[in-house]
């Protein structure tokens, strides 16, 4: 009877599914569980796929061309009980860039602290109202980190409504046992992640994302030039966070989705602007220095 109405709710959730904004592919991974029913993991991923795909997560109506294209791999390594389980979670989302076939990654983030409960056939429930269930309150918190982060590449800090929400689930899970939600657990978590962002010291890393994408790349198919020479300014609003508060983990956040991008789209330009580009990114993100040195080649 359960897995009948499974089904039932799963079709019905997908004839409703007319203007979504999340087209996202879910996958989930179990190969270092061993000895256990393995259909539990198949319908855990159709429930997130339901879940993810088919909430309106906006007030806005979105056809079908510009739902946020997002890719979210769950890795389970560890099976607590018939219904507990531990493993990561790598979430991908992009963006189309105007008058071209290219795709830009706006976030690129593993998260290794995924904790939660699922028992067969369960269906995924969510209020904003009310304390989410582990699972839920995962795929809710980065449902609107993707949505705010797009938003905020259309206009100028556009995602805070959405960012706004994360922050809440967070505030709900601060009684919540399983790890990822509280500041004291580590520097690059839920809590921090969203903290960063909100932070008014890092507002200049959302001017940037604006920048960067709606006047710099937005740009480049028509006016190259014009494009390549804003985003190169953008890159100056990182370098005022840095200064301010040096190794962040939304800087983290961001080099982690555009270190390679940022080398093809200088590594082309004239010599002085490669240097500008160069000098900026050293500075701020040694860690990948061994990339950006192929920008001056």
Known sequence: MRKLLFILLVLFSAINANSQELRCNIQVVSQQIQGTNKQVFQT???AIYEFVNTRNWTDHIYDQDEKIECNILINLT????????????QIQARRPVFNSSYNTVL???KDNDIH???AEYQALEYNET?????????????????????????????????FTRAESIVNKMQNAKYPGWKSFESKSNRYWLIENILNNSYRPVRECIYRYHRLGLDRM???LTEGRSEIAESLRLLQKAHRAK???????????????ELVKIFAESFNDEK?????????IDPANLTKYKKILK
Not at 138 to 149: H, S, V
Not at 275 to 283: T, V
Request: hydrophobic content about 40%; proline content about 4%.
């Open 44 to 46: 855990m991923q159709t």
């Open 130 to 162: 009310t304390t989410p269930s582990s699972l839920t309150a995962l795929l809710a918190f980065y449902a609107n980190i993707i949505i705010g982060l797009d938003y905020d590449s259309f206009s100028l800090e556009g995602g805070t409504p959405y």
């Open 246 to 260: 040096p190794g962040s983990f939304i800087l983290q956040i961001f080099f982690d989705a555009k270190a390679d």
């Open 275 to 283: 240097k500008r580009a160069y000098n900026i990114l050293s500075d």
């Open 78 to 89: 560890d099976q607590i009980s018939s219904d507990e389980f531990k493993g990561t979670m």
């Open 116 to 118: 939660f409960k699922y």
């Open 221 to 223: 198919a028509d006016k």
């Open 107 to 109: 976030l690129n983030f």
